[in-house]
């Protein structure tokens, strides 16, 4: 997805209701978990390329784990309480979207890496199998971006900003 393309999808999505943009984004949690992570780990099986295979097994086990709470437990919340004062439920909620946004932090360094192997295996590129490896790895970092991006900033934000 092109730079500008991701910057359009944000400005879309900004006026989202927070229930529609739920919606989405467990749409994108099963796209990532069913379709990209898969894929990326087919192609790394087929570039036999064991350090990554094990690191996407890794980010798999992250990513199922942070997926399921925020479909399970803060999802729901923040979708209940988009126009009504959170009341006592205030505190936790903070603390729910500040931990979200933890793992969101963690994400971005795992894909850093992610991206220092696919800068890696550019020195490959004469083999066939390199090529459909690197474009997945490039599609998957970008729709994780977006999906990171819209979570913090129009579903988490006004939790996270300090005085609410
Ligand atoms: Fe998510
Ligand atoms: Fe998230």
Redesign the pocket.
């Known amino acids: 997805m092109p730079l500008n393309d991701l910057e359009r999808e944000l400005a879309e999505k900004s006026v989202w209701p927070a229930e529609r943009l739920v919606k989405y984004?467990i749409t994108?949690?099963e796209t990532f978990l069913v379709k990209r992570l898969p894929r990326m780990k087919e192609l790394a099986g087929q570039a036999e390329h064991k350090p990554l295979a094990q690191f996407l097994e890794t980010l798999d086990t992250e990513l199922k784990g942070h997926?399921r709470t925020?479909e399970t437990i803060v999802f729901p919340v923040l979708v209940s309480l988009e126009h009504e004062d959170p009341g006592s439920l205030k505190q936790a909620l903070q603390y729910a979207c500040r931990h979200m946004e933890a793992d969101h932090s963690m994400h971005e360094r795992h894909l850093r890496l992610l991206a220092a192997f696919q800068h890696e295996l550019e020195d490959e590129l004469d083999r066939p199998e390199v090529l459909p490896l690197i474009h997945s790895l490039d599609d998957f970092a970008r729709y994780m971006y977006l999906?990171m991006n819209i979570?913090n900033r129009f579903l988490f934000e006004p939790y996270l900003s300090p005085g609410r």
Request: aromatic share 14%; charged share 45%.
């Open positions: 984004l994108d949690h997926f925020e999906h979570e």
